[in-house]
């Protein structure tokens, strides 16, 4: 017989081998060799093993191309819905705010203008809605095999990535057969794509983890998201709206990206290094909160979904 | 006895409770639960906490096969559930001295609309193989599937063979230090079902893995694994060699062979139920007790049922399972037209008769439960009796029975067609 077993089923006492003893130091001094990995119910704020997710990175990449390739799988046109999507929305906009409403756009076609804006928009919605759909939609996998957790939202930004570069793209596209020269700003181009990203992440894994007990979440994100994107500089820029009520907009961590995205690829009103340092800290924090729920509520969501 | 330098796992003082809400407290939306908070902010659900596991210690050398063994709900799953991370322990430690890597199902994360190659890596990577392991294994997994003229199809259009074949295929090529696998032996046809059991054995003794099998096929653990753990109500009830482990599992029924099985304390009844079912008789054509039929005899099951409360109507439910576990019928009182009628709170005993067992020779376990129809489960215990059949010459030839042709027997009429 080779498996022994060190405790009395009656539980009444239990025999400590060395290995028990919880510290670290008390391994050393005795010749039990250095585990491989140790299980032990983990308490309070969980480190992020950035370490684990590295070694499960081939994953990652594996389900965002699982991801793309699932998306237009069985669809005639493809990837050119990626193009099609934000060009439609962009012709809408042009006619309801430049045609009809007559809003200004900084002396830009109004097309590009919009297009411009949903070029960011369409990018932080989808990071948003799919990292927040993550983990229900991956119960199957999540309650049968182990890999960090965070493995599911961050290769949805990876797929998310790719629909961006061919939607930019088409943005270069409509610049040049507009005729419209991009500014030097654009070299800060990622910075903007980074705040973004930080910010849908956050909110999207705040989302993800109350999901998991509480599916509502799906159904409010989504009205909540519409809400945003007419209370965000997307069809429109901060200049049409009123001074009296522009400080609202301050309160909107999405502006000041959006608008310095614009502004860095058509030379539109910049935001000012104010409001952006404001978004910035508004991305981090919601960062931040979302890691943390998100890492808190990890231990349970075998147990829950 | 145990020694360090060799060890490939251990655990110590694992318990697992799962916090059960009653029914009217749960809250499935948001709306019900900040309702809910408004209504009586002070006051937290009542929740009932349920161990799944309770203080289970012990350790597997490096090269061992072990198999997991015990009746439904005995903590088997929660047991591998936490060894794969997938949930956390509520308390306990469990050290592993390899990298480990557990296959709970075939083809986790298979999808229907990628393809065979798309499906081995995703498959793969989802089990933690990294892309150039995969690489490395990719021409045995497909050899080993068969399936390599459908590589590039969408997995959708395969029959549910190939799916089950190349779903293991790639789950076998797991090369991890310690491998746990749960129930995957059985899949495919009898053909694949053999090589996989092939596969199971080079795997754990060939290759020199660590390997913790969970099964309740019992005679694939006898024929795999050398030792055993066998699990009872969430704790360790006993750790040894693979033969005693198993006895010691049937012999949870009772020691008494003589078919009369006092059920007021025994160890596999249903959780959280008290004891209703008091006793249960197994009797020959001649109204004796007997642990022993013949194959072609006649059993009588008398059930004593001592209801707690006012029953209205019971419902008095018999399984009878093989040696591995599978259950092999199941009769009970609402299976039949006439009416089975008992009111009232006395004691009473439900009388099955079955004319002719028509089993093959073996031991076969008998599982009781009793409900009332508007109560609800009122007792069940799994394994409350055992008897074992004894070879009569059923076929009435000189034939002899083998376990291969299946525990049942048919009555057959065989005989040439003449024009």
New interface residues.
């Given amino acids: ?7 009395g ?1 009656d ?1 009444s006492h ?1 025999l400590d ?1 060395p ?2 003893e ?1 510290a670290g130091g008390e391994d050393a001094s ?4 250095q ?8 308490a309070g704020w969980v480190a992020l093993d950035i370490g684990e997710i590295w070694r ?1 990175r ?2 990652l990449f ?2 965002a191309g ?1 991801d793309l ?2 998306r237009y ?2 669809t005639a046109l493809g990837v050119i819905w990626v193009i099609m999507q934000p060009l439609m929305g962009a012709l809408i906009f042009a006619f309801v705010f430049g045609t009809v409403a007559k809003l200004p756009s900084g002396g830009v076609p109004y097309v590009v203008f919009s297009f411009a804006g949903l070029l960011g928009w369409n990018y932080f919605n989808g990071v948003l809605s799919k990292v927040g759909n993550c983990l229900v939609g991956n119960s ?8 960090p957790r965070l493995v599911l939202p961050l290769s949805t930004i990876g797929s998310t990535l790719v629909d961006f570069a061919a939607a930019a793209g088409m943005m270069a596209v409509l610049m040049v057969f507009y005729r419209v020269a991009p500014s030097p700003l654009l070299l800060l181009f990622p910075l903007w794509m980074l705040l973004l990203t930080a910010l849908a992440l956050g909110v999207g894994l705040i989302t993800a983890a ?1 999901a998991v007990s ?4 799906q159904y409010i994100v989504p009205v909540f998201t519409q809400f945003l994107l007419y209370a965000s500089p997307v069809a429109y820029s901060v200049d049409a709206v009123p001074a009296r009520v522009r400080w609202v907009y301050l309160l909107n961590p999405l502006t000041p990206p959006l608008e310095a995205m614009r502004s860095s690829l058509l030379g539109t009103t910049f935001p000012g290094t104010g409001s952006l340092a404001v978004a910035a800290a508004w991305s981090v924090g919601f960062l931040l909160v979302g890691l943390y729920s998100f890492k808190r509520m990890e ?2 969501f ?2 829950v979904i | 006895m145990s020694s360090r330098t060799n060890i490939a796992l251990s655990v110590r003082g694992l318990s697992k409770a799962y916090s059960i809400a009653h029914e009217q407290e749960k809250h499935p939306t948001l709306a019900e639960t900040l309702l809910h908070r408004v209504r009586q902010p002070f006051r937290r659900a009542a929740k009932e906490t349920f161990w799944a596991l309770k203080d289970v210690s012990f350790d597997i050398q490096k090269g061992d096969v072990v198999g997991v063994i015990g009746r439904n709900g005995a903590g088997k799953s929660t047991l591998l559930k936490i060894l794969s991370r997938i949930t956390e322990p509520t308390s306990g430690v469990i050290k592993l001295y390899g990298r480990i890597g557990s296959l709970l199902e075939v083809g986790t994360g298979f999808h229907p609309e990628l393809t065979g190659r798309e499906n081995i890596y995703l498959n793969g990577q989802i089990l933690g193989m990294r892309r150039k392991e995969i690489d490395k294994q990719f021409d045995a997994i497909v050899d080993f599937s068969g399936v390599e003229k459908f590589l590039d199809t969408p997995v959708k259009r395969y029959s549910s063979g190939m799916y089950v074949r190349l779903a293991f295929a790639v789950a076998a090529h797991l090369q991890t230090e310690i491998l746990i696998i749960d129930e995957v032996l059985a899949v495919g046809d009898v053909e694949f079902q053999k090589k996989c059991m092939g596969k199971m054995k080079d795997v754990s003794t060939n290759e020199g893995r660590t390997v913790l099998f969970v099964s309740h096929n019992l005679s694939a653990l006898e024929s795999l694994c050398k030792s055993a753990i066998l699990l009872r109500a969430g704790t360790v009830d006993t750790t040894g060699g693979i033969h005693d482990v198993i006895s010691r599992y049937f012999s949870d029924a009772s020691d008494n062979a003589n078919g009369q099985f006092d059920l007021r304390s025994h160890p596999a009844r249903a959780r959280g139920y008290d004891p209703q079912i008091t006793e249960v008789r197994t009797l020959r054509s001649d109204g004796r007790a007997s642990g022993e039929f013949f194959a072609t005899g006649t059993m009588t099951i008398e059930i004593d049922i001592a209801p707690k409360n006012i029953i209205h109507e019971p419902r008095v439910a018999i399984a009878i399972e093989d040696q591995s576990g599978r259950r092999i019928m199941t009769t009970a009182t609402y299976f039949s037209a006439r009416p089975f009628h008992k009111e009232g709170a006395e004691q009473f005993t439900a009388r099955c008769v079955i004319p002719k067992l028509n089993l093959g020779e073996g031991r076969y376990l008998i599982s009781v439960s009793c409900s009332d129809k508007l109560a609800g489960m009122l007792d069940s215990v799994d394994g409350a009796a055992w008897i074992d059949i004894k070879w009569d010459n059923a076929y009435q030839s000189s034939e002899a029975y083998n376990p291969v042709y299946g525990p049942v027997l048919c009555n057959a009429d065989w005989s040439v067609k003449n024009d």
């Fill in positions: 017989m080779k498996i022994s077993n060190s405790v089923s539980g239990r081998p290995a028990l919880e005795t010749d039990w060799p585990p491989h990995l140790v299980i032990e119910p983990k499960f081939d994953l594996t389900l699982r390739k699932l799988k069985q199957h996998l999540i309650s049968k095999v182990f890999f109350l509480y599916r509502d979440i231990r349970s075998a147990d």
